[in-house]
C-alpha cells in the first residue's frame, strides 16, 4: 500500500494552480482586457464587499497575501464604456457552495456584471496540450438552476 504525502500533494496543486492562473490572466491581457487581481471578497454578514483576509500558517508564514474572489477582474476599453469581468481560476470548473453564492451576490448587486470560470481542457487538435475554457457562470449554474425549478412546479 502506498503512502500518500499529503503535504507534498498540497504543495504541488497550489504551485500548479498558480501557474495555470498565471495563464489565464496572460491569456486574456494577449485578447485585450486589462487584468488586475481583485482583493476583496463578499462579506455576507453586513452584506458589502471587504477586503479579503490572508491565509497564514500559524507556525511557518502567510501562505497567500490575495485570496479575493473572483481571482481576477478585468477591463476592457469599448467606446465611451469600459467593460468589467470576473474570472474564477479553477482547474476542474467546478465551484463550491460558498463560491457560488458569492457569485450570485456579485450578479444581483451589479457590482461585477458577468463572471466567467477559466477551466483546463485538454486540446482539441494535440490531447498532450491544455487549453484554457471559459464557462459563463450565469449559463452554467443559474439556467440550469432556474430549468431545474420549472421542472420542479
Known sequence: MVEVDYKKQGKTNRL???IFETRVREDLETKGWIVTKWMNTVDFERDKVAPSKR?????TKALSIGTGFPDLLCFKKNGNLFEVLGVEVKTNGSLDKFEKGQCIWYLEKGIIPKILIARKKKDEDDSRKIAIHYEDFREKYMEKK???DKKKK
Open 55 to 59: 491565509k497564514y500558517n500559524p507556525f
Open 16 to 18: 500548479r494552480g498558480q
Open 146 to 148: 432556474a430549468k431545474l
